[in-house]
C-alpha cells in the first residue's frame, strides 16, 4: 500500500521516467487499444441500448450484469450490492488483487450505470452520426467512461500485465439520482476508497479532453422556512403583527446575496419557493399554497442547493447563513436545515501530482497537454466520497462530447481511442512504479 510518505517518491519515479513513452511495452499496449477499439464501440453501444434510467432498476441491473460478465472474464471477484436498502438497484463492484505483487499500487476506478433518462423516454437508442460521432443516451455520461476502463484493463490482461496490478471498479447505480440514506447508498464507495491509494474517475467533466478533474465541488441541498402572524394585511408592520412570513424569507435571501456571493468558488441557489396563509408540499419541491393580497404570509418556504469547494468553505458557509436566519424581523421565526449532500472533492498535493502524471502520459502519447476543470464547471459525483480516503484523485476521464442529460447527448469517438490508451498506459505506470 502506498503510504504518503511514499507520494513523492511515486511521483518523482513516474515523471523521470520519461523513456517509458518510447518503451516496446507501451507501444504494443497502444497498438492492442486500437486493434480492439472496434470491439469496445460494440459494447458501447450495447450498453448505451440498455435503457438504466436511475429509477428503471430492472436496466440498471441489466447493465451492471453487462459488465460483470466483462469483469468475471478477466478474473475479477465480482459481486452485486442489492440497493434495496437505499430504494436504487444497486453496485457492481469487480477487484483483482495480485498474488504476485501485493506492494502494487491499489487503484480505484469509478464509474456509474445509471442514467437521466427514465424508461419511458423518447431517447433510447444510440445513433452512428459519423465516423467520429455517436448519440445515445448515457453515452458520455457515463457508460463511454465504463467501456474506457474496461478496455484499458482488457488490454493490459492481454500483454500479462494485469497479474502485477491491484484494482478495484465501482460501478454505482445512483450517481444521478442518490438513494437514501446516504451513508447506506454510497458505502461500497467509501469502503472501497479506504481499501485505496490512488482514485480514477470516467466521468466526462467540461467534455474537453485537454482536461481533468483535481477538485470539485460539493453538493448540499437545504430547506429554509419562515413563519410570521397572519393577519389582515392593514396591520403589517405594526408591534402586534409584524413582517410575515414572506417579508422574512426575503430578508434572509437577501442577506444571503449580499454577504455571501462574492465568496470564490461558492454558489448557493434557492431553486424555488412558495409562501401564502396555507402551504403544502404535495411532493418533492412541488407546493401547494393559498394566501390572499390582503392577508399576511403565515408560512413561507424555499428549498435550494449550496455548492463549496473544500469542507472549511462548506462549513463556515452554513454557519454563516444560521447566523443570517437567526436574526429574524419582528413577529417572525425561521429555521434553515440542511440534507446529506455530495462532499468536496478537495484540492490537494496529491490529486495535482496525479493530473501531471496523467498529463504527461498524454503528450508522451503524442496527444496534447491536460489541464485542471475550474472547479465552478465541475459538478459533483461520486468521486467526493473517496477523495478524502486516498493520496491521490483525479476525475475527468472519461468519454467527452456534448449535450449531456438531454436529448442530444452525442459522443466524440476520437476521445474514446485516446482515452483509452492513456487509462492503458497509466495504469501499467502506477502499478510498475511500485514493483
Not at 142 to 170: D, P, R, T, Y
Not at 221 to 233: C, D, F, K, N
Not at 344 to 369: I, R, W
Not at 420 to 427: A, H, S
Request: charged share 15%.
Amino acid at each position: 500500500m502506498i503510504k504518503k510518505a511514499s507520494l513523492a517518491m511515486l511521483y518523482c519515479c513516474f515523471t523521470c521516467c520519461i523513456a517509458h513513452a518510447q518503451s516496446s511495452v507501451e507501444k504494443q499496449l497502444v497498438e492492442s487499444v486500437n486493434q480492439q477499439l472496434s470491439q469496445s464501440q460494440a459494447l458501447l453501444i450495447e450498453a448505451v441500448n440498455i435503457n438504466s434510467g436511475t429509477q428503471n432498476f430492472a436496466g440498471v441491473k441489466q447493465v451492471g450484469m453487462l459488465f460483470k460478465q466483462q469483469y468475471d472474464a478477466l478474473g475479477f471477484t465480482t459481486e452485486w450490492l442489492d440497493g434495496s436498502e437505499f430504494e436504487r438497484a444497486g453496485h457492481l463492484v469487480a477487484t483483482y488483487e495480485s498474488a504476485t505483487h501485493p506492494s502494487a499500487a491499489k487503484i480505484m476506478l469509478i464509474g456509474h450505470l445509471d442514467t437521466v433518462f427514465a424508461k419511458d423516454d423518447s431517447f433510447q437508442q444510440a445513433t452512428i452520426i459519423n465516423q467520429n460521432t455517436i448519440a445515445g443516451p448515457g453515452i458520455t455520461d457515463m457508460k463511454g467512461g465504463n467501456v474506457i476502463m474496461l478496455a484499458a484493463l482488457q488490454v493490459l490482461q492481454q500483454h500479462g500485465l494485469l497479474s502485477a496490478m491491484n484494482i478495484k471498479v465501482v460501478l454505482t447505480g445512483d450517481e444521478e439520482a442518490s438513494g437514501q440514506p446516504l451513508a447506506q447508498s454510497k458505502q461500497a464507495l467509501i469502503d472501497a476508497g479506504i481499501w485505496a491509494d490512488i482514485a480514477l474517475g470516467f466521468e466526462d467533466a467540461d467534455g474537453d479532453i485537454n482536461t481533468a478533474v483535481t477538485a470539485r465541488r460539493g453538493s448540499v441541498a437545504w430547506t429554509l422556512t419562515t413563519t410570521g402572524q397572519a393577519a389582515h394585511s392593514s396591520q403589517i408592520f405594526t408591534e402586534k403583527v409584524g413582517f410575515g412570513a414572506n417579508f422574512e424569507l426575503a430578508r434572509i435571501l437577501n442577506a444571503f446575496r449580499e454577504q455571501l456571493s462574492d465568496i470564490p468558488l461558492l454558489s448557493f441557489n434557492p431553486g424555488v419557493m412558495a409562501g401564502g396563509t396555507r402551504l403544502k408540499e404535495t411532493a418533492a419541491s412541488t407546493f401547494e399554497s393559498f394566501g390572499k393580497s390582503n392577508v399576511v404570509a403565515q408560512t413561507a418556504m424555499v428549498k435550494g442547493g449550496l455548492r463549496a469547494v473544500s469542507p472549511n468553505q462548506l462549513t463556515e458557509t452554513k454557519e454563516k447563513m444560521q447566523a443570517i436566519v437567526a436574526e429574524h424581523l419582528p413577529q417572525t421565526d425561521a429555521s434553515l436545515v440542511f440534507d446529506d449532500g455530495y462532499p468536496p472533492m478537495q484540492q490537494t498535493q496529491g490529486n495535482v501530482d496525479l493530473l501531471e502524471m496523467y498529463s504527461q502520459v498524454s503528450t508522451d502519447l503524442g496527444f496534447a497537454k491536460v489541464t485542471a476543470v475550474n472547479p465552478r464547471n465541475a459538478g459533483a459525483a461520486d468521486i467526493s466520497f473517496v477523495s478524502d480516503h486516498v493520496t491521490m484523485a483525479i476525475d475527468g476521464l472519461g468519454l467527452m462530447g456534448t449535450g449531456g442529460h438531454t436529448k442530444d447527448e452525442t459522443a466524440d469517438m476520437t476521445s474514446f481511442a485516446q482515452n483509452i490508451q492513456k487509462t492503458t498506459v497509466l495504469l501499467y505506470r502506477l502499478s510498475t512504479q511500485q514493483q
